[in-house]
């Protein structure tokens, strides 16, 4: 049995959950709702009375066993989105870089011909810090693995290069710098 699928998940006051057919958790709270599906080697039952979430295995198969602590940790991430929500802070860095909302859309200057735009789904957030050089912005929203997957897709689009350091990264994120030519050349 997982040290971590075993572990009850408590549920705060605000928050309404619903269990269909032992598969589907719906969470409703504050910040918005979410439904989320454990796979089929494992259960959830909703406690009314404790206020607590149980992910049970159906049998005891080593291959089954492996989705219990993903399925309770997908459960524990649906409950932590709808009170708290989930964000992710970037920095845009380099000359003439920028970042701008354009109605629902992000618009990032990125040193190509054209600005970038990018399409944020609905449900999530984004807030626009500091516009220019270093530009900060933050996505948020209830479903962490979208908010990671928009982040991550944001990143991909200009990734910090190692010479200037210039591009699109994580705050916090820590970019190893190389020497350029003429450092190399006075060594020898």
Do not use: C, W
Not at 31 to 45: I, R, Y
Not at 119 to 142: C, D, H, L, R, Y
């Amino acid at each position: 049995m997982s040290r971590i699928g075993r572990l009850p998940i408590a549920v705060p006051k605000g928050v309404d959950v619903t269990v269909i057919d032992q598969r589907t958790v719906n969470v409703k709270g504050p910040k918005g709702q979410f439904s989320q599906t454990v796979h089929p080697a494992v259960m959830a039952e909703y406690d009314a009375d404790a206020r607590l979430i149980n992910i049970k295995m159906r049998s005891d198969n080593p291959k089954q066993r492996a989705f219990h602590g993903l399925s309770r940790t997908l459960v524990a991430n649906a409950v932590e989105g709808v009170t708290k929500g989930f964000a992710k802070e970037m920095e845009i860095v380099g000359l003439g870089y920028n970042v701008k909302l354009q109605g629902k859309d992000l618009v990032l200057a990125l040193g190509y011909t054209k600005p970038v735009q990018v399409k944020i789904p609905e449900g999530m957030t984004v807030q626009v810090i500091q516009p220019t050089n270093p530009a900060k912005f933050t996505i948020s929203g209830v479903d962490k693995q979208l908010v990671g997957q928009i982040a991550a897709r944001i990143r991909k689009l200009r990734p910090v290069e190692p010479y200037k350091g210039k591009g699109v990264k994580y705050k916090g994120e820590t970019v190893r710098r190389k020497a350029g030519k003429a450092f190399g050349s006075q060594q020898q």
